[in-house]
């Protein structure tokens, strides 16, 4: 059984950052995927901006999304600073503040899981 937390930083203004989100969900739904493993993915800073993308049933990426939905959270501050909050609470998806408004990576750590960036 292996614990990832797949933590997307990539903003959305070039092609590299989509690559990043691309490999980052994937990875994630490797994850998902194998029986046993558990699976965060986190989107993070310039990241929470792919959120309402993402929601969005257009996106070119909405389904890969779809598969790992279910184990997404995203950063409290960083959806307030890079405007996408309403967008990421009207989604529903969950919003971690548990270290001074961002998530804690260092309980992730302590929870055992591995944290592969993006």
């Known amino acids: 059984m292996t614990n990832a937390a797949v933590v ?7 092609h ?3 690559g ?4 980052g969900l994937e990875t994630a739904t490797e994850f998902a995927e ?7 993915l986190i989107f993070d800073g310039a990241g929470t901006q792919w959120v309402p993308k993402l929601e969005d049933e257009e996106s070119e990426y909405h389904e890969l ?3 790992v939905r279910d184990h ?18 009207d989604a529903g998806v969950v919003m971690l ?8 990576v260092r309980s992730l750590v302590d929870d055992g899981y591995e944290v592969i960036t993006f």
């Open 8 to 14: 997307i930083l990539a903003g959305t203004e070039s």
């Open 16 to 18: 590299a950052d989509v």
């Open 20 to 23: 990043r989100l691309v490999n």
């Open 34 to 40: 194998t029986d046993g493993d558990d699976v965060e």
């Open 65 to 67: 999304y779809r598969a």
């Open 72 to 89: 997404t959270a995203v950063c409290d501050f960083c959806a307030g600073a890079f405007g996408v909050e309403d967008a990421v609470d």
């Open 97 to 104: 503040d548990e270290n001074d408004g961002h998530p804690s």
